[in-house]
Protein backbone atom coordinates (compact mmCIF):
# COMPACT_ATOMS: atom_id res chain seq x y z
CA UNK A 1 0.00 0.00 0.00
CA UNK A 2 1.32 3.81 -1.39
CA UNK A 3 0.98 6.61 0.89
CA UNK A 4 -1.15 9.07 -0.90
CA UNK A 5 0.46 12.70 -0.08
CA UNK A 6 3.36 13.38 2.12
CA UNK A 7 0.53 14.97 4.44
CA UNK A 8 -0.93 11.81 4.86
CA UNK A 9 2.04 9.67 6.04
CA UNK A 10 2.88 12.36 8.24
CA UNK A 11 -0.78 12.76 10.05
CA UNK A 12 1.27 11.40 13.13
CA UNK A 13 4.16 13.99 13.10
CA UNK A 14 1.87 16.98 12.55
CA UNK A 15 -0.56 15.75 15.64
CA UNK A 16 1.79 14.50 18.04
CA UNK A 17 4.39 17.71 17.23
CA UNK A 18 2.97 20.52 16.19
CA UNK A 19 -0.57 20.31 16.91
CA UNK A 20 -4.35 21.07 16.27
CA UNK A 21 -6.76 22.46 17.45
CA UNK A 22 -9.46 19.78 18.37
CA UNK A 23 -12.51 19.64 21.00
CA UNK A 24 -11.34 17.16 23.60
CA UNK A 25 -12.71 13.33 23.33
CA UNK A 26 -14.09 11.21 26.20
CA UNK A 27 -10.53 9.23 25.98
CA UNK A 28 -8.74 12.83 25.50
CA UNK A 29 -10.37 13.88 29.04
CA UNK A 30 -9.49 10.51 30.94
CA UNK A 31 -5.82 10.67 29.78
CA UNK A 32 -5.64 14.49 30.61
CA UNK A 33 -6.94 13.60 34.13
CA UNK A 34 -4.85 10.56 34.77
CA UNK A 35 -1.75 12.83 33.55
CA UNK A 36 -2.39 15.73 35.42
CA UNK A 37 -0.51 15.02 38.32
CA UNK A 38 2.59 16.59 36.68
CA UNK A 39 0.68 19.79 36.42
CA UNK A 40 1.13 20.37 40.57
CA UNK A 41 4.83 18.73 40.96
CA UNK A 42 5.81 22.07 41.51
CA UNK A 43 3.30 22.50 44.60
CA UNK A 44 5.42 20.19 46.72
CA UNK A 45 8.68 19.42 48.23
CA UNK A 46 8.46 15.50 47.31
CA UNK A 47 7.25 17.03 43.50
CA UNK A 48 10.09 19.61 43.39
CA UNK A 49 12.68 17.18 44.24
CA UNK A 50 10.82 15.27 41.21
CA UNK A 51 11.05 17.96 38.91
CA UNK A 52 14.74 18.77 39.68
CA UNK A 53 15.88 14.88 39.79
CA UNK A 54 13.97 14.62 36.12
CA UNK A 55 16.57 17.96 35.01
CA UNK A 56 19.76 16.08 35.94
CA UNK A 57 18.32 12.51 34.96
CA UNK A 58 17.57 13.58 31.21
CA UNK A 59 20.99 15.76 31.07
CA UNK A 60 23.00 13.31 32.61
CA UNK A 61 21.49 10.13 29.87
CA UNK A 62 21.85 12.46 27.34
CA UNK A 63 25.63 13.36 27.44
CA UNK A 64 26.74 10.15 28.81
CA UNK A 65 27.46 10.94 32.33
CA UNK A 66 24.98 8.68 33.57
CA UNK A 67 25.79 5.28 32.06
CA UNK A 68 22.79 2.98 31.66
CA UNK A 69 22.28 -0.42 31.04
CA UNK A 70 21.96 -0.15 27.29
CA UNK A 71 21.13 -2.37 24.19
CA UNK A 72 24.20 -1.15 22.43
CA UNK A 73 27.20 0.67 23.78
CA UNK A 74 26.73 4.32 24.07
CA UNK A 75 28.15 5.83 21.10
CA UNK A 76 26.24 3.17 18.94
CA UNK A 77 23.15 3.54 21.11
CA UNK A 78 23.06 7.01 19.81
CA UNK A 79 23.30 6.09 16.13
CA UNK A 80 20.11 3.92 16.79
CA UNK A 81 18.63 6.85 18.29
CA UNK A 82 18.98 8.90 15.77
CA UNK A 83 17.50 6.54 13.17
CA UNK A 84 14.45 6.13 16.01
CA UNK A 85 13.97 9.98 15.22
CA UNK A 86 11.57 9.46 12.31
CA UNK A 87 8.34 7.59 12.37
CA UNK A 88 6.91 4.74 10.42
CA UNK A 89 3.61 4.95 12.15
CA UNK A 90 2.04 3.91 8.50
CA UNK A 91 3.33 0.24 9.67
CA UNK A 92 5.93 -0.36 12.60
CA UNK A 93 8.78 -1.10 10.47
CA UNK A 94 11.19 0.57 12.42
CA UNK A 95 10.42 -1.37 15.62
CA UNK A 96 10.28 -4.79 13.81
CA UNK A 97 13.76 -5.63 14.54
CA UNK A 98 11.99 -6.42 17.94
CA UNK A 99 10.54 -9.43 16.29
CA UNK A 100 13.99 -10.90 15.93
CA UNK A 101 16.01 -11.50 13.37
CA UNK A 102 14.02 -13.78 10.79
CA UNK A 103 11.17 -12.86 11.83
CA UNK A 104 11.97 -9.18 12.23
CA UNK A 105 13.58 -9.45 8.42
CA UNK A 106 10.27 -11.35 7.24
CA UNK A 107 7.90 -8.39 8.39
CA UNK A 108 10.15 -5.26 6.69
CA UNK A 109 10.51 -7.40 3.60
CA UNK A 110 6.41 -6.76 3.02
CA UNK A 111 6.14 -3.59 5.24
CA UNK A 112 8.50 -1.20 4.88
CA UNK A 113 9.31 2.76 3.49
CA UNK A 114 10.40 2.95 0.51
CA UNK A 115 11.31 6.74 1.22
CA UNK A 116 9.52 9.29 3.51
CA UNK A 117 6.73 9.25 1.68
CA UNK A 118 5.45 6.19 0.41
CA UNK A 119 5.00 2.78 2.66
CA UNK A 120 4.20 -0.98 2.02
CA UNK A 121 1.68 -2.96 4.48
CA UNK A 122 1.39 -6.78 5.24
CA UNK A 123 -2.50 -6.28 4.56
CA UNK A 124 -5.34 -4.01 4.52
CA UNK A 125 -6.36 -5.41 7.64
CA UNK A 126 -2.81 -5.15 9.67
CA UNK A 127 -2.49 -2.06 8.06
CA UNK A 128 -6.24 -0.97 9.38
CA UNK A 129 -5.65 -1.66 12.82
CA UNK A 130 -2.48 -0.03 13.03
CA UNK A 131 -3.97 3.43 12.25
CA UNK A 132 -6.57 2.64 14.35
CA UNK A 133 -4.71 1.97 17.33
CA UNK A 134 -2.47 4.88 16.50
CA UNK A 135 -4.84 7.52 15.55
CA UNK A 136 -6.27 6.59 19.54
CA UNK A 137 -2.90 6.97 21.05
CA UNK A 138 -1.93 9.81 18.98
CA UNK A 139 -4.87 12.24 19.64
CA UNK A 140 -4.45 11.40 23.29
CA UNK A 141 -0.68 12.48 23.32
CA UNK A 142 -1.14 15.32 21.27
CA UNK A 143 -4.42 16.76 23.55
CA UNK A 144 -1.75 16.38 26.46
CA UNK A 145 0.62 18.46 24.42
CA UNK A 146 -0.50 22.13 25.11
CA UNK A 147 -2.82 21.40 27.48
CA UNK A 148 0.25 21.14 30.09
CA UNK A 149 2.17 23.61 28.52
CA UNK A 150 -0.73 26.73 28.83
CA UNK A 151 -4.30 25.21 28.88
CA UNK A 152 -5.16 25.06 25.28
CA UNK A 153 -5.65 23.06 22.55
CA UNK A 154 -2.83 24.34 20.06
CA UNK A 155 -1.16 26.62 21.70
CA UNK A 156 -3.95 29.48 21.41
CA UNK A 157 -7.23 27.95 21.72
CA UNK A 158 -8.39 27.73 25.04
CA UNK A 159 -9.66 23.99 26.26
CA UNK A 160 -12.77 22.82 26.86
CA UNK A 161 -14.68 23.63 30.17
CA UNK A 162 -14.30 19.99 31.11
CA UNK A 163 -10.65 20.10 30.34
CA UNK A 164 -10.04 23.47 31.87
CA UNK A 165 -11.92 21.90 35.27
CA UNK A 166 -9.30 18.92 35.35
CA UNK A 167 -6.78 21.80 36.46
CA UNK A 168 -9.12 23.79 38.42
CA UNK A 169 -9.95 20.58 40.57
CA UNK A 170 -6.54 19.64 41.62
CA UNK A 171 -4.76 22.99 41.84
CA UNK A 172 -2.77 22.53 38.94
CA UNK A 173 -0.48 25.25 36.97
CA UNK A 174 0.84 25.14 33.35
CA UNK A 175 4.46 25.10 32.10
CA UNK A 176 5.91 23.34 34.61
CA UNK A 177 9.16 22.12 33.10
CA UNK A 178 9.69 26.38 31.57
CA UNK A 179 8.81 27.46 34.93
CA UNK A 180 11.00 25.31 36.75
CA UNK A 181 13.80 24.70 34.64
CA UNK A 182 14.27 28.68 33.99
CA UNK A 183 12.81 28.96 30.29
CA UNK A 184 8.89 29.89 30.96
CA UNK A 185 6.73 29.95 27.68
CA UNK A 186 7.88 32.93 25.53
CA UNK A 187 11.08 33.74 26.79
CA UNK A 188 14.13 33.93 24.90
CA UNK A 189 15.42 30.28 23.78
CA UNK A 190 11.79 28.99 25.53
CA UNK A 191 9.10 27.44 23.30
CA UNK A 192 6.48 30.04 22.73
CA UNK A 193 3.72 28.28 24.54
CA UNK A 194 5.20 26.27 27.46
CA UNK A 195 6.82 23.09 28.49
CA UNK A 196 10.05 23.88 26.84
CA UNK A 197 12.39 20.46 25.69
CA UNK A 198 15.72 19.13 26.89
CA UNK A 199 17.35 20.83 23.94
CA UNK A 200 15.94 24.10 25.08
CA UNK A 201 16.66 24.19 29.00
CA UNK A 202 19.62 22.01 29.60
CA UNK A 203 23.41 23.52 29.79
CA UNK A 204 24.65 21.04 27.18
CA UNK A 205 23.05 18.99 24.46
CA UNK A 206 25.88 16.39 23.40
CA UNK A 207 25.95 16.79 19.27
CA UNK A 208 24.94 13.42 17.49
CA UNK A 209 26.00 13.05 13.76
CA UNK A 210 25.40 10.29 11.91
CA UNK A 211 22.81 8.93 9.33
CA UNK A 212 18.73 8.74 9.91
CA UNK A 213 16.44 6.02 9.45
CA UNK A 214 16.50 6.28 5.58
CA UNK A 215 20.90 6.52 5.62
CA UNK A 216 20.31 10.03 5.12
CA UNK A 217 23.05 12.49 6.60
CA UNK A 218 21.67 13.80 9.65
CA UNK A 219 21.92 14.87 13.05
CA UNK A 220 20.36 15.63 16.55
CA UNK A 221 20.22 19.18 15.83
CA UNK A 222 17.83 18.97 12.32
CA UNK A 223 15.66 16.59 14.14
CA UNK A 224 15.11 18.88 16.90
CA UNK A 225 15.42 22.41 15.75
CA UNK A 226 14.49 22.04 12.29
CA UNK A 227 14.83 21.63 9.37
CA UNK A 228 13.50 17.83 9.49
CA UNK A 229 11.64 18.51 12.38
CA UNK A 230 11.43 21.48 14.12
CA UNK A 231 10.35 20.99 18.09
CA UNK A 232 11.38 24.34 19.22
CA UNK A 233 7.56 25.35 20.16
CA UNK A 234 6.46 22.22 20.31
CA UNK A 235 6.01 21.09 24.00
CA UNK A 236 7.64 18.43 25.66
CA UNK A 237 5.16 16.44 27.83
CA UNK A 238 4.18 13.58 27.05
CA UNK A 239 6.53 12.37 24.72
CA UNK A 240 4.65 11.88 21.10
CA UNK A 241 7.62 9.33 19.87
CA UNK A 242 7.15 7.02 22.83
CA UNK A 243 3.66 6.61 22.86
CA UNK A 244 3.71 5.70 19.10
CA UNK A 245 6.73 3.29 20.51
CA UNK A 246 4.97 1.79 23.33
CA UNK A 247 1.81 1.51 20.81
CA UNK A 248 3.44 -0.19 18.13
CA UNK A 249 5.32 -2.41 20.33
CA UNK A 250 2.55 -3.83 22.19
CA UNK A 251 0.84 -4.32 19.25
CA UNK A 252 3.51 -6.35 17.54
CA UNK A 253 3.95 -8.33 20.94
CA UNK A 254 0.15 -9.00 21.03
CA UNK A 255 0.43 -10.36 17.41
CA UNK A 256 2.86 -11.94 17.81
CA UNK A 257 3.37 -13.01 21.53
CA UNK A 258 6.73 -15.49 21.12
CA UNK A 259 8.73 -11.92 21.38
CA UNK A 260 6.33 -10.39 23.63
CA UNK A 261 9.65 -9.25 26.33
CA UNK A 262 11.81 -8.50 23.43
CA UNK A 263 8.90 -5.83 21.87
CA UNK A 264 8.45 -4.32 25.30
CA UNK A 265 12.06 -4.23 25.08
CA UNK A 266 12.45 -2.27 21.95
CA UNK A 267 9.05 -0.03 23.02
CA UNK A 268 11.39 0.88 26.38
CA UNK A 269 14.56 1.52 24.11
CA UNK A 270 13.19 3.59 21.62
CA UNK A 271 11.55 5.91 24.56
CA UNK A 272 15.14 6.21 26.13
CA UNK A 273 16.17 7.41 22.67
CA UNK A 274 13.91 10.03 23.14
CA UNK A 275 16.25 11.41 25.69
CA UNK A 276 19.21 10.80 24.22
CA UNK A 277 18.72 12.94 21.27
CA UNK A 278 17.86 15.73 24.05
CA UNK A 279 14.18 15.84 22.93
CA UNK A 280 12.75 14.70 26.04
CA UNK A 281 12.65 14.08 30.01
CA UNK A 282 12.68 11.04 31.55
CA UNK A 283 9.05 12.08 33.01
CA UNK A 284 8.17 12.67 29.19
CA UNK A 285 8.72 9.32 28.25
CA UNK A 286 7.36 7.60 31.19
CA UNK A 287 4.17 9.89 30.56
CA UNK A 288 4.11 8.65 26.93
CA UNK A 289 4.23 4.94 28.18
CA UNK A 290 2.05 4.96 30.76
CA UNK A 291 -1.06 6.45 28.19
CA UNK A 292 0.14 4.31 25.47
CA UNK A 293 0.00 1.39 27.72
CA UNK A 294 -3.52 2.68 29.27
CA UNK A 295 -4.88 2.68 25.77
CA UNK A 296 -4.09 -0.09 24.55
CA UNK A 297 -6.00 -2.08 27.66
CA UNK A 298 -8.91 -0.40 27.05
CA UNK A 299 -8.81 -0.83 23.05
CA UNK A 300 -8.19 -4.51 23.77
CA UNK A 301 -10.86 -4.44 26.48
CA UNK A 302 -13.19 -2.88 23.38
CA UNK A 303 -14.42 -0.45 25.42
CA UNK A 304 -17.18 1.04 23.85
CA UNK A 305 -15.49 4.86 24.63
CA UNK A 306 -12.66 3.66 21.94
CA UNK A 307 -14.22 1.87 19.66
CA UNK A 308 -16.65 2.80 16.90
CA UNK A 309 -15.07 6.05 16.96
CA UNK A 310 -14.25 8.66 13.62
CA UNK A 311 -10.19 8.99 14.11
CA UNK A 312 -8.35 11.02 11.19
CA UNK A 313 -6.86 8.26 8.96
CA UNK A 314 -8.29 5.36 10.36
CA UNK A 315 -10.59 3.36 9.02
CA UNK A 316 -13.39 3.24 12.04
CA UNK A 317 -13.01 -0.63 13.85
CA UNK A 318 -16.46 -1.13 16.13
CA UNK A 319 -14.93 -4.64 17.23
CA UNK A 320 -11.17 -4.28 18.20
CA UNK A 321 -10.73 -7.94 19.20
CA UNK A 322 -11.87 -9.00 15.89
CA UNK A 323 -9.85 -6.66 14.04
CA UNK A 324 -6.64 -7.82 16.00
CA UNK A 325 -7.74 -11.44 15.03
CA UNK A 326 -8.05 -10.61 11.56
CA UNK A 327 -4.88 -8.97 11.20
CA UNK A 328 -2.58 -11.45 13.61
CA UNK A 329 -4.34 -14.59 10.86
CA UNK A 330 -2.56 -12.52 7.93
CA UNK A 331 0.11 -11.04 9.82
CA UNK A 332 1.11 -14.96 10.95
CA UNK A 333 0.40 -15.92 7.16
CA UNK A 334 3.39 -13.66 5.79
CA UNK A 335 5.32 -14.85 8.78
CA UNK A 336 5.58 -18.31 8.53
CA UNK A 337 6.00 -18.44 4.31
CA UNK A 338 9.00 -15.81 4.45
CA UNK A 339 10.34 -17.46 7.90
CA UNK A 340 10.13 -21.07 6.23
CA UNK A 341 9.06 -22.35 9.58
CA UNK A 342 6.90 -22.02 12.31
CA UNK A 343 6.25 -18.43 14.17
CA UNK A 344 7.62 -20.39 17.62
CA UNK A 345 10.97 -21.69 15.57
CA UNK A 346 11.59 -18.93 13.85
CA UNK A 347 10.72 -16.50 17.03
CA UNK A 348 14.32 -17.93 18.84
CA UNK A 349 16.41 -16.68 15.84
CA UNK A 350 17.74 -13.58 16.86
CA UNK A 351 21.66 -12.58 16.80
CA UNK A 352 21.05 -8.73 17.16
CA UNK A 353 20.95 -6.58 20.03
CA UNK A 354 17.63 -8.42 21.46
CA UNK A 355 19.72 -11.86 21.57
CA UNK A 356 20.29 -11.68 25.50
CA UNK A 357 17.70 -12.19 27.43
CA UNK A 358 19.55 -10.44 30.24
CA UNK A 359 20.92 -7.61 28.74
CA UNK A 360 17.13 -7.09 27.75
CA UNK A 361 15.70 -6.77 31.37
CA UNK A 362 18.40 -4.78 32.34
CA UNK A 363 17.95 -2.26 29.94
CA UNK A 364 14.23 -2.15 30.15
CA UNK A 365 14.61 -1.84 34.40
CA UNK A 366 16.53 1.20 34.39
CA UNK A 367 13.34 2.86 32.10
CA UNK A 368 11.28 1.17 34.89
CA UNK A 369 11.15 4.89 37.00
CA UNK A 370 14.43 6.25 35.80
CA UNK A 371 15.39 6.63 39.60
CA UNK A 372 12.86 9.32 40.23
CA UNK A 373 12.01 10.48 43.08
CA UNK A 374 9.06 9.29 45.20
CA UNK A 375 6.25 11.59 44.79
CA UNK A 376 3.42 9.95 46.40
CA UNK A 377 4.97 7.50 50.10
CA UNK A 378 1.47 6.38 50.50
CA UNK A 379 1.71 4.43 47.26
CA UNK A 380 5.12 3.52 47.20
CA UNK A 381 6.17 -0.37 48.20
CA UNK A 382 2.05 -0.89 48.47
CA UNK A 383 0.20 -3.58 46.22
CA UNK A 384 -2.11 -1.88 44.00
CA UNK A 385 -4.92 -4.58 42.94
CA UNK A 386 -4.76 -4.38 39.58
CA UNK A 387 -7.87 -6.62 39.46
CA UNK A 388 -9.51 -4.17 41.31
CA UNK A 389 -8.54 -1.17 40.25
CA UNK A 390 -8.48 -1.26 36.70
CA UNK A 391 -9.90 -5.14 35.19
CA UNK A 392 -8.88 -3.95 32.17
CA UNK A 393 -5.57 -4.09 32.25
CA UNK A 394 -5.66 -7.93 32.07
CA UNK A 395 -6.49 -8.04 28.54
CA UNK A 396 -2.35 -6.71 27.80
CA UNK A 397 -1.90 -10.56 28.37
CA UNK A 398 -4.69 -12.48 27.79
CA UNK A 399 -4.77 -10.85 24.62
CA UNK A 400 -1.25 -12.37 23.47
CA UNK A 401 -2.05 -15.59 25.74
CA UNK A 402 -5.75 -16.48 25.80
CA UNK A 403 -5.20 -19.74 27.93
CA UNK A 404 -5.28 -17.00 30.78
CA UNK A 405 -7.95 -16.02 32.07
CA UNK A 406 -8.66 -12.04 33.00
CA UNK A 407 -8.10 -12.71 36.74
CA UNK A 408 -4.71 -14.68 35.99
CA UNK A 409 -3.49 -11.77 34.18
CA UNK A 410 -4.08 -9.25 36.91
CA UNK A 411 -2.73 -10.99 39.45
CA UNK A 412 0.36 -11.31 37.55
CA UNK A 413 -0.20 -7.97 36.67
CA UNK A 414 -0.04 -7.49 40.14
CA UNK A 415 2.43 -9.36 41.36
CA UNK A 416 4.67 -7.82 38.75
CA UNK A 417 3.94 -4.45 39.40
CA UNK A 418 6.88 -1.54 39.95
CA UNK A 419 8.04 -0.04 43.29
CA UNK A 420 5.30 2.54 42.96
CA UNK A 421 4.71 6.30 44.36
CA UNK A 422 6.06 7.82 41.52
CA UNK A 423 4.91 11.37 40.16
CA UNK A 424 1.66 9.64 38.39
CA UNK A 425 0.88 7.10 40.61
CA UNK A 426 -1.59 9.50 42.64
CA UNK A 427 -3.85 6.28 43.26
CA UNK A 428 -6.25 6.67 40.29
CA UNK A 429 -6.63 3.62 38.33
CA UNK A 430 -4.76 5.47 35.53
CA UNK A 431 -1.43 5.50 37.68
CA UNK A 432 -1.67 1.64 37.84
CA UNK A 433 -0.38 1.58 34.48
CA UNK A 434 2.75 3.94 35.45
CA UNK A 435 3.69 0.52 37.75
CA UNK A 436 2.82 -1.84 34.93
CA UNK A 437 6.02 -3.76 34.23
CA UNK A 438 5.45 -5.60 31.30
CA UNK A 439 8.40 -7.19 30.20
CA UNK A 440 8.23 -9.17 33.77
CA UNK A 441 4.56 -9.91 33.14
CA UNK A 442 4.66 -11.32 29.98
CA UNK A 443 7.24 -13.92 30.81
CA UNK A 444 5.09 -14.84 33.92
CA UNK A 445 2.08 -15.26 31.43
CA UNK A 446 3.94 -17.29 29.05
CA UNK A 447 5.50 -19.66 32.18
CA UNK A 448 1.83 -19.84 33.26
CA UNK A 449 0.38 -20.41 29.69
CA UNK A 450 3.24 -23.14 28.60
CA UNK A 451 2.93 -24.96 32.51
CA UNK A 452 -1.25 -24.55 31.22
CA UNK A 453 -0.75 -26.63 27.84
CA UNK A 454 1.61 -29.03 29.26
CA UNK A 455 -1.29 -30.21 31.61
CA UNK A 456 -3.74 -30.21 29.47
CA UNK A 457 -1.81 -33.02 27.23
Not at 289 to 297: E, G, H, I, M, V
Amino acid sequence: MKGLTRTAITLWLSAAFIGSAEAQTATNLAVLKGLSPLSVLGKSQSGRAALSSNYTVTGGIQTGDIRQSTLLPFAEQQQQALRDAFITDGNLAELADGLGTTLGSAYVARAHYQDREHFTSISQALADLIAYTNSTTGSDSNSGKYFFANATTDGKTPVSAEAADILKQNGGGSDVFGVNYGRPAGTPGADAYGDSRPFQTEPQILPIIGRDYFGAPANNTVYNRGPVMNLIDSPSFPSGHTTYGYMGSILLAVLVPERYPEMITRASEYGNDRIIVGAHYAMDVLGGRTLATYDLAHLLANDPAYVGQTLKGAAVIKDYPAALSAARADLITVLKANCGADIAACAKDDTGRFGNPAMNQAAYDVTQTYGLPVVYPNNFGVTEDVGKMTPEAGNLLTAAFPSLTLDEANQILTDTEGPGGGFLDDGSSFGIYSRLNLYAASLAAKTLADHKASAAK
